[in-house]
């Protein structure tokens, strides 16, 4: 149960302050908080649960990943529903709570495309694909631990927030996707932040098995 909770508390805390900064964005109109200050903010976040729940469950928060990992066979696939559950359940909650502290936001962070959407549908997978690229060579087997993971892999969310959130919001991340559609209504494309992740995601671990077999079937994937 550790694993599950750390997951769904980790999941919490980072849909709580990335569509959190999010939220604040929106109803300050950009004022105080810029789209700079919430790629950061994502960034920042995601390196903080790394460190605080990496070695506990992996620090997933992210049904994508955690699909992904068992793909790989690194983690057992009996795990896969309970660990998507959990991060559903913390996602929901992060939404629920930006929803009655901004009553006045019409998206909490909903992840709507402003390009037509077979072409977010691309940008979401290749996001993911490098998401995950970067998760499988800085961890050791479906755990997201060391000194550099928690850095490489927010760096890289960071990065793919700061340049791709005015299109597609960057989500890369199916729960991070559901839980403010659901309290914001706008469930528009929806779809293709549900499985763009996934593909991406595994895509990954296939060129994985490509470029380095040996290794990355056997120490890092």
């Known amino acids: 149960m550790k694993k599950y909770i750390s997951e769904a508390i980790g999941t919490f805390t980072l849909i709580f302050c990335g569509t959190g900064a ?8 950009g004022v105080d908080l810029n789209h700079t200050g919430v790629a950061i903010t994502w960034g920042l976040i995601v390196m903080a649960m790394i460190y605080a729940f990496g070695e ?9 990943v955690t699909i992904a990992f068992a793909y ?13 559950i959990a991060q559903i359940t913390g996602a929901m909650f992060a939404s629920l709570m930006l929803f009655i502290l901004f009553p006045t ?5 909903a992840t ?5 959407p077979w072409r977010a549908f691309i940008v979401e997978l290749l996001l993911t694909f490098f998401l995950m690229l970067t998760i499988i060579n800085v961890s050791t087997g479906s755990k997201e631990v060391g000194v550099m993971a928690g ?12 340049f791709a959130g ?3 919001k960057a989500s890369m991340n199916p729960a991070r996707s559901i839980a403010p559609a659901v309290f914001s209504g706008h469930y528009e494309h929806l779809w293709l932040y549900l499985t763009a992740p996934i593909i991406g995601a595994i ?12 290794q990355c079937c056997d120490a890092q994937c």
């Open 56 to 64: 506990i469950s992996g620090a997933h928060f992210n049904p994508a």
């Open 166 to 168: 005015p299109v597609t």
């Open 203 to 214: 895509l990954a671990v296939i060129s994985c098995k490509l470029v380095k077999e040996e």
């Open 72 to 84: 790989a066979k690194k983690f057992p696939w009996k795990e896969v529903p309970a660990y998507i």
């Open 112 to 116: 709507i495309p402003s390009i037509v």
């Open 151 to 162: 850095i490489a892999i927010g760096g890289v969310v960071l990065l793919e927030a700061m």
């Open 22 to 29: 999010m939220t604040v964005n929106e109803i300050t109109g």
């Open 105 to 109: 936001s019409e998206f909490y962070g």
